[in-house]
């Protein structure tokens, strides 16, 4: 009998951790409920539910949560765990956004800790680190960058020269898909080792190439990067017309109506252009202006469109 004991011990153990792993799902609801709680000032409740997504999590998966997690407990004054998340992900999660950490508001119960500039130090470490590599980055995406605008311009001048619908627009054009397809390995791979770089770190048309190659992907993968995006744009790493764009074309794609009036359709039997589905059409340049778009009758002036919201609300504009 006595035999028996370790094994049945190890089983319970087993038992025991797998209960406490989260699945997928349950991280994110925990995630979410921790955010709603933030936000309504419930720090304490917020850092106690983020501890509870971590158990059984792959460190690599959570450093952005336990940040938020950090934020939350040293609003509570809970100095020690926020210190404890903070050291987590500047020593094992390699964090690197030190503008992020040395101005966020939330830590300034934190400043006159001994430990804070420990944290900065190993923060901007790792900025350095992930700096170091960037020249070879930078390089890479302006030549991604300009093989999708070549190739594009070229298709230009081929419809010009053949006709839209001709063999040679049909060839070019599938030479642009499979230059689109190695464009997107790239980016993914830049993406998910360093995130959406900044211009500031990589130059502008670097930049540029990420939005670019996810426009012109396919709908999983925009919506894969729509959220990459719009964290970018909120730390000033990307464009916020950049943003607009991608929100109107995958918007349209998943049978909605667009938002800022970006995206043109084309009637393929009469080849006239229209304003695609777009809502709340009598306000849409209020929306322009909070992205930095110019108004909508500038914008499709380029397409020989004029611009009447009551018409357009009626369907006497579109396709």
């Known amino acids: 009998m006595r035999k028996l004991k370790l094994p049945l011990l190890l089983l319970l153990m087993i038992f025991l951790s797998a209960c406490e792993q989260q699945s997928p799902e349950q991280y994110n609801t925990l995630v979410a409920e921790a955010r709603s709680l933030y936000a309504a000032g419930e720090y304490q409740e917020a850092g106690t539910t983020y501890s509870r997504a971590f158990k059984g999590l792959k460190e690599e998966d959570s450093i952005a949560h336990r940040y938020e997690a950090a934020c939350a407990l040293a609003r509570a004054n809970q100095q020690e765990k926020a210190f404890e998340q903070l050291i987590f992900i500047s020593k094992k999660g390699n964090f690197a956004d030190l503008g992020q950490i040395s101005t966020d508001h939330a830590f300034s119960s934190l400043r006159t800790d001994e430990r804070w500039i420990s944290i900065l130090n190993s923060v901007s470490d790792n900025k350095k680190e992930a700096e170091a590599g960037l020249e070879e980055v930078a390089l890479l995406l302006e030549t991604v960058y300009s093989d999708d605008q070549k190739y594009r311009v070229e298709a230009g001048e081929i419809q010009e020269k053949y006709g839209r619908d001709s063999e040679e627009v049909k060839e070019h054009w599938e030479l642009i898909n ?30 540029s190439a990420f939005f670019l190659v996810i426009q012109h992907a396919d709908l999983e993968t925009q919506e894969k990067y729509l959220p990459m995006l719009r964290e970018a744009v909120q730390k000033g790493a990307a464009s916020p017309p950049d943003l607009a764009l991608l929100e109107d074309r995958v918007a349209l794609r998943q049978g909605k109506e667009q938002i800022y009036g970006s995206q043109i359709g084309r009637n393929q039997e009469t080849g006239e252009y229209y304003v695609s589905p777009l809502m709340d059409p009598e306000n849409v ?13 500038d914008y499709i002036s380029n397409w020989d469109l004029t611009w009447d919201a009551e018409a357009f609300k009626n369907g006497k504009t579109r396709e």
């Open 285 to 297: 340049n209020q929306r322009r202006a909070e992205v930095g778009l110019g108004p909508i009758e």
């Open 178 to 207: 499979k230059q689109d397809s190695v464009n997107l390995i790239k980016v993914e791979q830049v993406l998910t080792k360093y995130g959406w770089l900044g211009a500031d770190l990589i130059g502008r048309n670097a930049n």
